[in-house]
């Protein structure tokens, strides 16, 4: 699903990124005596004045509107600048960008937690901040085949000595198609400083609460799987496939409960909560089939439905995020960014705890992965899945892998 975002979007924007570093360079030139003044003044006064990144507003899904927003942070980071706090996208629509419903971070996730849990590293701000509204740097990205990650990140260089403005703003394409020049523990590390705001991590609690009722004293956590088996993602996924000649992208709702059915040391009886698209929550058949002792549920099953319908899209795949997040066992598909993106929090999570290599249950593994579309070696269950922080790119998080560490 995400991929197809991408190639409606892909080559779309025109370049203009050189022609405006250079107005830059002369506008620059022009302002330089103002821009001296202000500075003696502000070293006067004791303060440096900040600086600001502005950047389009994030959209299409909660993975990719991650991934952006950290791609911004990370930009700011190496611009030496604050990020002005981005509008995120409560709809999903991604066809007509004025359908999309902006929405402002610090209503998903808590805009003060992240500046404390974030210090030193990257940092957000607010316009209510800015001392110069009109003393903006407008810039183009570039785009298309020429445009390569050399001069993407040549331009960011150039951006970085423009210190007269106190704002730079990047238009055109959205921050998730960007180049990426950023290792993946700098990602991690932004992600890690994502909390939800209270109103909506307490539905997500509400959800957790009912799964970990559900068989009453019986329990033994629950296995959150990420099955994607509905028809958008099958034609998807097919087409991958053709294109990749890959095998091992889609996986049938049999294959995903066969795998699960057989992950070592798996106790039973557990919860396994299904994290579906709607549609297939409304059939009710995915329910069936799967072996004694693995209990299936989704929000329908649960009583939760309500829950979710009260949000918008953003907000109702933040919560499935979020109980995905807190399972005891987690299984997706490693061409899935949703996947993905858990599994390298769950990482992270781990690696932050001294856990080196994470792959499978037991021996001190606190949130071990699967992918259910990759079979384990020398096994008939799910390949175990940890992802690799010494990545130089979030590449392989972004559109998808199969190798996935383990
Ligand atoms: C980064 O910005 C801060 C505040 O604007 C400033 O004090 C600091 O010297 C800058 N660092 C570099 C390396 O330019
Ligand atoms: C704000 O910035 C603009 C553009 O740099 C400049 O022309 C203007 O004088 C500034 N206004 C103040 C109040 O500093
Ligand atoms: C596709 O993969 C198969 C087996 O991995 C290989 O035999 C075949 O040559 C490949 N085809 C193309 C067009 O690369």
């Known amino acids: 699903m995400d991929l197809k975002h991408l190639r409606f979007f892909g080559t779309s924007v025109v370049s203009k990124g050189l022609f405006l570093i250079a107005t830059a360079l002369i506008i620059r030139a022009l302002v330089l005596p103002w821009g001296f003044g202000h500075d003696l003044l502000e070293f006067q006064s004791g303060m440096p004045r900040m600086k600001y990144l502005e950047v389009p507003q994030i959209v299409w899904g909660l993975n990719n509107q991650k991934i952006a927003f950290a791609r911004a942070c990370l930009t700011a980071r190496l611009l030496n600048r604050t990020l002005l706090m981005p509008s995120l996208s409560a709809t999903l629509f991604y066809k007509e960008i004025d359908q999309l419903q902006p929405i402002s971070f610090d209503k998903v996730f808590q805009f003060e937690k992240f500046n404390s849990l974030c210090d030193g590293f990257v940092r957000l701000g607010r316009y209510s901040d800015l001392q110069n509204r009109s003393n903006i740097l407008v810039v183009e990205k570039?785009?298309?085949?020429?445009?390569?990650?050399?001069?993407?990140?040549?331009?960011?260089?150039?951006?970085?000595?423009?210190?007269?403005?106190?704002?730079?703003?990047?238009?055109?394409?959205?921050?998730?198609?960007?180049?990426?020049?950023?290792?993946?523990?700098?990602?991690?590390?932004?992600?890690?400083?994502?909390?939800?705001?209270?109103?909506?991590?307490?539905?997500?609690?509400?959800?957790?609460?009912?799964?970990?009722?559900?068989?009453?004293?019986?329990?033994?956590?629950?296995?959150?799987?990420?099955?994607?088996?509905?028809?958008?993602?099958?034609?998807?996924?097919?087409?991958?496939?053709?294109?990749?000649?890959?095998?091992?992208?889609?996986?049938?709702?049999?294959?995903?409960?066969?795998?699960?059915?057989?992950?070592p040391g798996l106790r039973r009886p557990t919860v396994v909560y299904l994290a579906v698209a709607d549609a297939l929550v409304e059939d009710g058949l995915i329910l069936d089939g799967w072996r004694e002792?693995?209990?299936?549920?989704?929000?329908?099953?649960?009583?939760?439905?309500?829950?979710?319908?009260?949000?918008?899209?953003?907000?109702?795949?933040?919560?499935?995020?979020?109980?995905?997040?807190?399972?005891?066992?987690?299984?997706?598909?490693s061409y899935s960014t949703f996947s993905s993106l858990l599994v390298l929090e769950r990482s992270a999570?781990?690696?932050?705890?001294?856990?080196?290599?994470?792959?499978?249950?037991?021996?001190?593994?606190?949130?071990?992965?699967?992918?259910?579309?990759?079979?384990?070696?020398?096994?008939?269950?799910?390949?175990?899945?940890?992802?690799?922080?010494?990545?130089?790119?979030?590449?392989?998080?972004?559109?998808?892998?199969?190798?996935?560490?383990?």
């Open 349 to 406: 999570k781990m690696v932050r705890m001294g856990v080196v290599t994470g792959c499978g249950i037991g021996q001190g593994v606190r949130w071990p992965s699967f992918a259910y579309n990759l079979q384990a070696m020398g096994g008939s269950g799910p390949r175990p899945w940890m992802t690799s922080l010494s990545g130089s790119s979030l590449q392989a998080i972004s559109y998808g892998s199969s190798n996935i560490s383990c």
């Open 293 to 333: 002792g693995l209990v299936a549920v989704e929000k329908k099953k649960l009583g939760v439905l309500e829950i979710y319908n009260k949000h918008p899209y953003l907000i109702q795949a933040a919560i499935d995020y979020e109980v995905c997040s807190s399972a005891d066992v987690f299984v997706g598909n």
């Open 142 to 263: 570039g785009s298309g085949r020429r445009w390569t990650v050399e001069r993407d990140l040549g331009q960011l260089k150039d951006l970085k000595d423009l210190d007269e403005f106190e704002t730079i703003r990047i238009v055109g394409k959205n921050p998730f198609l960007w180049h990426d020049h950023f290792p993946v523990k700098d990602y991690a590390k932004v992600f890690e400083c994502l909390v939800l705001v209270d109103e909506i991590s307490k539905e997500a609690d509400k959800v957790v609460a009912k799964i970990r009722d559900h068989l009453g004293s019986e329990t033994n956590g629950y296995v959150a799987v990420h099955m994607r088996i509905e028809k958008d993602w099958m034609i998807h996924c097919k087409k991958r496939e053709l294109r990749s000649n890959l095998s091992e992208i889609c996986s049938s709702k049999d294959e995903i409960m066969r795998r699960v059915a057989n992950i």
